[in-house]
């Protein structure tokens, strides 16, 4: 099932915001928060895929080598129902990637933690040791 939560993405450049799902993904390892956006919702967002406000980046997956537009501190990012929010996170905008993507860094800002990835089961790290989340259902783009 994975880790799913509900976030609010904001686009610093538009001011456009959406509500959706978002898979966490400790895999998807980066020094700063950092959400992969596919580009139909890059798109709806007004998000920059183009210099001097973005640039192709070369990402490495398990399934290879692409390349992929950054947009550097282009969202603001809430955590829905927890009144948690992260500013200034980059956006990398995928055409492949159906989801969007929490990295590894972005789920730290927000203070996730995943207490059984197949379940779908977290908490926040703030939260007391026996609290339980549970995920939202996917959303696609």
Not at 11 to 18: A, F, K, L, Q
Not at 47 to 74: D, K, N, Q, S
Request: charged share 25%; aromatic share 4%; net charge negative.
């Amino acid at each position: 099932m994975g880790v799913r939560v509900r976030l609010a993405i904001k686009s610093v450049d538009t001011g456009v915001e959406v509500t959706t799902a978002a898979l966490v993904n400790s895999g998807y390892e980066v020094e700063e928060p950092e959400l992969l956006v596919p580009r139909r919702l890059a798109e709806y967002l007004g998000i920059p895929t183009r210099p001097p406000r973005a640039r192709i980046e070369l990402y490495e997956t398990p399934t290879g080598v692409f390349h992929m537009v950054l947009a550097p501190r282009a969202l603001s990012v809430h955590l829905v129902d927890v009144c948690k929010r992260v500013e200034n996170v980059h956006a990398l905008v995928s055409d492949s990637e159906r989801e969007v993507l929490i990295s590894d860094a972005l789920a730290s800002a927000l203070g996730i933690q995943i207490i059984d990835a197949k379940k779908g089961l977290w908490r926040l790290s703030s939260d007391p040791p026996d609290t339980v989340r549970e995920s939202c259902g996917p959303e696609y783009w």
